[in-house]
């Protein structure tokens, strides 16, 4: 059974900085796409950035946050700098076969995990 395990969320004072990981099993992910995504409450889910041979970042977070993925421990990393109340939103971990910037491509979704930036 896959599986995508996010962990790292928190509460963090604007400015501060948050590192999340996504632990996948259940498959070899060496070959796909690993991606966040994030949704604030009443919005829709919002593409966050993607890592497979390079990194992409939506333009609101690019500069400030950082993809980064170890295949040896099937594990995906989310670094978080300068984080702003804007921020604020569930994070999820998802995994798929193709390169994109919308949740309908990505096959596999962890849970999500909280993070709120406010002081």
């Known amino acids: 059974q896959v599986q995508l395990v996010e962990s790292g969320g928190g509460l963090v004072q604007p400015g501060g900085s948050l590192w999340l990981s996504c632990v996948a099993s259940?498959?070899?992910?060496?070959?796909?796409?690993m991606a966040w995504f994030r949704q604030a409450p009443g919005q829709e889910r919002e593409y966050v950035g993607r890592?497979?041979?390079?990194?992409d970042y939506a333009d609101s977070v690019k500069g400030r946050f950082t993809i980064s993925r170890d295949d040896a421990q099937n594990t995906v990393y989310l670094q978080m700098n300068d984080l702003r109340p804007e921020d604020t939103a569930v994070y999820y971990c998802?995994?798929?076969?193709?390169?994109?910037?919308?949740?309908?491509?990505?096959?596999?979704w962890g849970q999500g995990t909280q993070v709120t930036v406010s002081s």
């Open positions: 998802a995994s798929g076969p193709r390169m994109s910037r919308y949740a309908e491509n990505y096959t596999y």
């Open positions: 259940g498959r070899n992910f060496r070959n796909y796409v």
């Open positions: 890592m497979l041979w390079s990194t």
